[in-house]
């Protein structure tokens, strides 16, 4: 997100409960090395409309069950426009109906329908764990924690809104790693649920760029994510 400075802090905020919770990393820029497979055609063992029809039931009986968020009634959808990165993230629409979405690309670097059955249940886990609120709700405590301490030190109302954003901008980053994690795990359990094999699935990390760990990243090492996916899954067996 580029001229946090510029948004104030309602605006700030706005935007960020409105942020999607993605599982593929920001790709590298030009130059930097990767270790990105290159852009493939989905194998004819990926059937994104079959593969919806096994896991959106078992994604909405798990959001019932948990009791969590009032809103458990899906809507999948692939972005076809021109030009998108490849990513999958979930959000929400004006009525809070949680929006899982899935790009063009990401569907043409899926190898087969278990990474794709597994990207799905990690999104739509994302929603059951409640993420997107309690990111806003971090966002918010950073931004009044860092705009009061700047105010207290006797700051202009200019600096109390930079650091009302730099605040808001830490906050929401405090726990996304553990987020990505949490999704992994209940992600895991509903591909699972769903008849496909998550380990298999997450074979998917082995091949996008890995973000490490960065100091506020947004995402967890690629190899904790397997992990993380490995070991869930052998206690479902």
Known sequence: MNNWHKLGLAGLIL???????????????????????PARAPSQEVNFAAIVR?????????????GAVA???????????????ANAFQTVDKTGRPLLIVTQPLLEETRNADEVAFILGHEAAHH???????????????AILAGTIVAA??????SVEAAQDLGAL??????????????????????YQAG????????????????????????PPNADRQRVVRQVAAGLN
């Open 15 to 37: 935007m960020l409960a409105g942020c999607a919770s993605s599982t593929t990393p920001v790709p590298r820029t030009a130059g930097t090395p990767a270790t990105v497979a």
């Open 71 to 85: 809103q458990c009634d899906y809507r999948i959808v692939v972005d076809t426009r021109p030009g998108v990165p």
């Open 128 to 142: 059951i764990r409640g993420h997107l609120t309690r990111t806003s709700n971090t966002a918010v405590l950073g």
């Open 196 to 219: 496909y094999d998550p380990v298999r699935g997450s074979a998917y990390f082995a091949r996008i760029p890995d973000p490490g760990n960065q100091f506020l990243g947004t995402h």
């Open 170 to 191: 830490a906050g929401s980053r405090a726990f996304s790693k553990n987020y990505e994690l949490e999704a992994d795990a209940l992600g895991t359990v509903i591909a």
């Open 54 to 66: 096994r896991v959106e039931p078992v994604a909405e009986e798990t959001c019932r069950r948990s």
């Open 153 to 158: 030190g006797g700051g202009d109302l200019a």
